[in-house]
């Protein structure tokens, strides 16, 4: 048996299975030597790994329509707008021949059904949303950067504004909930479960100022995103969420953040499937090392969980970087498609990091990984995936498939009237600034109906805008705070990293 013909077979596959290339030995393809992912393993996660020009964005593009093919809509980030060529047919030329005469695939040109999505407003694509109280504590802990103790006193004002019944919706809910609690009336509501020292509340509201000159008081308020809206199929094919990113180019914690609320959102609102056939939903995380860079051990810990835990749900996710040590051991270990690209070795880091990746990979008597992770060609990658057993597949040199679609933007107009023309534009395009946090504690709020009866009207006082302490003093404000918290704590729940979402 051929080198070729033994790594083959460790790919073999008799049900659906998204196809990435050919094996490659000693400097020859076999075109004949397919290399694929069971559509049944996909939701056992996978990692997409390389340096900056080897050909991962166009590994990212073959295997979103793959995926779309089969009825799985996809997930991911579109950082410079090179993945919205997925929406048109590629072109024929002799390089896209000579690849499919490599590979063995019968190219032909094609587009995929795309929804161009952008987070917050400012965007070309259509706006997605989360509240402050949705997104909870912790993850927005991780984009201020609080440290423990911080995040700990952040956690304090989340339960008070849960228990009191006022909604945050955006960061101004948010900063006149710290400014009440700061104050005499807001220390007396907190008594015997400690306070908000002066400090920490300027440190949180300072973040928050920072926050939002990047643009994150245009992420958060409503309508709040559907995760339902990100699975769903057009003629068959699933529908591939494009986000594109430009607006929050200067708040890369508030993008990698954002990736792992909707997975949250995703694990706590999907009912388990166990193992399934295919995914119903594939999630590819860029720039993955933004999300663990200065991570607690908690917030890794949550991360694993969820991870481990989301697989059940059915969906899948790939993580994608640079270099497979940006990504923990606890989730390295989790993920069972590798399709890693070129490496570079230029300084003694490279090279400790060239080692550290080889060591990752089961062993090969084929290949010698340290050579061959530094010689691959652009749309070449050293691949190993689980098989339809939940074996790991022998370590595969692979020449990847071209993508059908076009390998190039369409541009932003383009971009902009197709977002104009999708079907989620009505829904999320307008911003919705109801009553909340803000306008109940700025303002005094009449009493509900059955004390207006049974005492009669105060004398009107003059208004004070902006003294929320005096507000909050009122006996009307206090009545209807708690009667309104006691409804809505019992229909806030936090699950994991303290997100939450309203029950419907």
């Not at 083959?8 to 596959?13: I, K, N, Q």
């Not at 652009?378 to 390998?407: D, H, N």
């Not at 705070?481 to 029950?503: C, H, P, Y």
Request: hydrophobic share 40%.
């Amino acid at each position: 048996m051929t080198a070729q013909s033994e790594i083959a077979a460790g790919y073999a596959s008799a049900g659906a299975a998204v196809e990435l290339g050919a094996v490659l030995v000693d400097g020859q393809v076999e075109p004949a030597a397919h290399v694929r992912i069971p559509l049944a393993m996909v939701n056992r996660h996978g990692l997409v790994a390389g340096a900056t020009g080897t050909g991962k964005t166009k590994t990212l593009q073959l295997l979103a329509e793959q995926l779309s093919d089969n009825g799985v809509p996809v997930l991911m980030a579109d950082v410079k707008g090179d993945l919205s060529g997925l929406a048109r047919q590629g072109t024929a030329n002799d390089r896209t021949a000579a690849r499919a005469a490599d590979t063995g695939d019968d190219w032909q040109p094609r587009s995929y059904p795309v929804q161009f999505l952008s987070i917050g407003t400012g965007g070309v694509g259509v706006p997605l949303r989360a509240t402050v109280t949705s997104f909870g504590p912790i993850l927005l802990s991780k984009v201020l950067g609080l440290n423990d103790t911080q995040e700990s006193t952040l956690g304090l004002i989340f339960h008070w504004a849960d228990s009191r019944g006022l909604p945050l919706l955006d960061t101004k809910d948010l900063r006149s909930v710290i400014q009440h609690l700061t104050g005499d009336e807001g220390k007396a509501d907190l008594k015997g479960i400690g306070g908000v020292s002066g400090a920490t509340a300027g440190v949180i509201l300072r973040a928050l100022v920072n926050l939002e000159a990047q643009g994150g008081d245009r992420f958060f308020g409503e309508p709040e995103l559907d995760p339902a809206d990100l699975m769903r199929q057009r003629d068959g094919k699933g529908v591939v969420s494009l986000l594109e990113l430009a607006e929050l180019q200067g708040s890369p914690a508030l993008f990698s953040t954002f990736l792992m609320w909707l997975l949250a959102e995703l694990f706590e609102t999907l009912p388990e499937e166990g193992d399934v056939e295919k995914p119903k939903l594939v999630f590819f995380f860029d720039e993955a090392h933004l999300l663990f860079a200065d991570a607690s051990k908690a917030f890794l810990d949550q991360i694993t969980r969820t991870v481990k835990l989301i697989r059940s749900k059915g969906i899948g996710v790939f993580f994608c970087t640079q270099l497979p040590t940006d990504v923990p051991n606890e989730v390295l270990s989790q993920l069972g498609a590798r399709v890693q690209h070129a490496l570079r070795a230029f300084t003694p880091d490279d090279q400790k990091a060239l080692a550290r990746t080889v060591k990752t990979y089961p062993t090969t008597p084929h290949y010698d990984l340290e050579k061959a992770l530094t010689s691959l060609g652009i749309g070449e990658a050293v691949v190993t995936v689980l098989s339809e057993k939940g074996a790991p597949t022998p370590v595969a040199w692979t020449r990847l498939r071209a993508p059908r679609s076009l390998m190039d933007t369409i541009g932003t107009d383009a971009i902009r009237q197709a977002a104009a023309q999708s079907e989620l534009h009505g829904r999320y395009a307008e911003t919705v600034d109801r009553e909340s946090a803000y306008e109940r504690l700025m303002r005094k709020v009449a009493p509900p109906p059955e004390e207006q009866r049974q005492a009669p009207e105060p004398p009107r006082e003059r208004e004070e805008p902006g003294l929320v302490e005096k507000v909050l003093g009122n006996s009307a404000v206090k009545s209807f705070l708690r009667s309104a918290g006691s409804a809505l704590a019992r229909e806030i729940t936090r699950g994991v990293f303290g997100t939450s979402r309203k029950r419907r």
